[in-house]
């Protein structure tokens, strides 16, 4: 059954407290809608997908469930709830609001193995924290808690007979941490849940929600003069890290890591936990994001997003499955100040907005969980972006307009318009990062954004936030503050410094956006080191095939394709005559020596250029490692000139025009020459 077919779907986001709604500016602010009804939901199952090898770093192993569990299409080991009982839920007309009272119990269920002895799931029972409660804990059957659920991500259908929960994290609670005398792995993201639930009618009614007309970007704004349009415009409102898995080998997974104390250089997953929010504006500007400086869009009236499941066909406003997509990175500044990206996820494809928090319209109003409303947020929880069913390459993307190429993806091979097993193990389209990088000192940052079609400011699409990571049994990541809106390179270098040696441009054309920033150190002895960081957020010169529109589908030739959506393939820098040049470097946060750039100093400039590919496919430069959207690169020389303006060039990598991008920041300067010295002192003219 697919709930987002059907007309009538509601997301209920379980995740975070709602905030009261925002009125359009004319009338103010508005009190939260009263709820409506009380309801009660009952049987069905509840599903897992235990992350095993986080649990195994602490000795713990889930056992098999019991009878009548069973394996769904999506991975999950469903064990039955029974008939008993329910829990009761409180809706207004547009949403779900909180828990009010009951439990639910397991027909059975999981025994887990552990250190300090059995922890059984048998018969255990799901209970409301508090009678508004927005979170389950999970006690086992002698009323002991064990974990509890959070991240909920709900869509009542059929006619308000069902509740879907699509996904769910499952963490430790305090008391289990402390049983097993592990008290820092509690909150910990240990499964991915979801749960089927049956809505018990009313005097034969079931819940109604009122639904709302979206308003799509670029739809004129009604009754305003100028005139004036919708626009998109995503905040990310927060989000955290988390460590998910390690292994001492991969590809070829298997084992537990030993930290730092480099027996191996293993393989360590760390994922986030992220919530953005659409913008609140409807005529008058307001903070999205209060507190931060880049927290209020310029964007005067919101626009709905869409955001439609993968393979739910040709829906508006763009004639197909539109939605948005998440990504994250992980970066190192060392003790000589200079940057690197150390670690870079795959896309999470998103496939149902929470909608919590949300203003009346004017729009969908967050009525239902295929389109984002104004000031609606929405939480993908750490479980579910660990998820491997809804996670893909970056290359199957063209990040600029957020298109996804589903024809010959690994979702769809075949290009039958068909969802298939995406081969995907724990460790495949994750952010993973060495060992040796985590504990080689310096400043770390993590990254999170979410890449939204027509958004108007990709940069409060992304935060960042400072991380430390410790091992004990296992790696754990502390994550820091503040958490800043807008990408790492600007922490590293502010686009507004006025420090003469640093400078942050961007590059920003229909193709996509790159910030350039550079940093210059005196070392003392007549030599400075220029260090150029270039990071390529969405910019792709894509060669597709195909449309983007689904209705064309049924001409395989016009199913999309993206047969490449490759960057930069060389970087120089200006070198004026008479300047020589030292410690050439390049670093693209991979340990991989075999795909590195080439630099050299010739012909007036400084050059590195990407690996040349000798076997390309069909329609792709023959290039290896090209600098693609998602990812910073780091350019490193000495020079024995100070800096001045200089204009950067960086190549693209597909044939077109331009052929190059360039911007002025920072180079060595033309070496001063005293005529008096050229002559031998000897006068002229």
Known sequence: MNLQSRSFVLALAVATAFAAPLASAASGPQPQPVVQQTWTALGGDIGFIWNVELLRDYGIAPGGASEGASTDSRGFVSVPLRDQGGLSFAVTTTNFDHFTSGRLALRGGFRLTSPVGEISLVDAVLVPRGTKSQMLDVVDASGNTLFYLDRLMYAIGEGGRSIDVQTMDLRVHADLAQRLGKPE??????????????????????????????????????????????????????????????????????????????????????????????????????????????????????????????????????????????????????????????????????????????????????????????????????????????????????????????????FDPNCDLSADPNGNTSYSQRLITRESQITAGGTYYMESWYLVREDINIYNTMASRPVTFNFGSSWSLTNGTPQLLGPVINRWVSPTTANPNEKNVEIASPEGHTRVAVKVVDLGDGTWRYDYAVMNFDFARAVTQGTGKYSDDSDPAQRFRVIHNFGFDSFSVPLPAGVTTSAIEFNDGELDDTNNWTGVAENGAVTWTAPANPSPPALTPAVLNPLNWGTMFRFSFIANQAPTAGDIDLHVAQTGKPSSYTATVLAPSVPFVDEIFVHDFEPQG
Request: aromatic share 8%.
């Open 185 to 410: 792995i509690t909150d910990w993201v240990v499964a991915q849940m979801r749960m089927s639930l049956d809505v018990v009618a009313q005097n034969g009614n079931y819940i109604e929600i009122v639904q709302g007309e979206p308003v799509w970007p670029g739809t004129i704004v009604p009754g305003v003069t100028p005139e004036a349009r919708f626009q998109a415009d995503v905040f990310m409102l927060s989000f955290q890290g988390q460590y998910s898995r390690c292994t001492p080998t991969w590809p070829a997974a298997g084992g537990s890591c030993d930290g730092p104390s480099a027996t191996t250089d293993g393989y360590a997953v760390f994922t986030p936990s992220s919530t953005l929010r659409n913008n609140v504006n409807n005529g008058v500007a307001e903070a999205t994001v209060a507190g931060d400086p880049n927290g209020t869009s310029s964007a005067m009236y919101t626009a709905d997003i869409a955001w439609y499941r993968k393979f739910t066909g040709a829906r508006p406003p763009y004639d197909n499955d539109q939605h948005p997509n998440l990504i994250w990175n992980i970066y190192r500044i060392d003790a000589n100040n200079r940057i690197e990206q150390i670690g870079r996820s795959g896309v999470k494809h998103a496939f149902v907005t929470t909608n919590s928090g949300c203003s009346s319209g004017p729009g969908s109003g967050g009525s239902t969980g295929a389109i984002l409303g104004r000031s609606c947020s929405d939480t993908y929880g750490t479980g579910n972006n660990d998820s491997s069913g809804d996670l893909g390459p970056r290359n199957e993307i063209i990040p600029a307009t957020g298109e996804w190429g589903r024809c010959g993806s690994i």
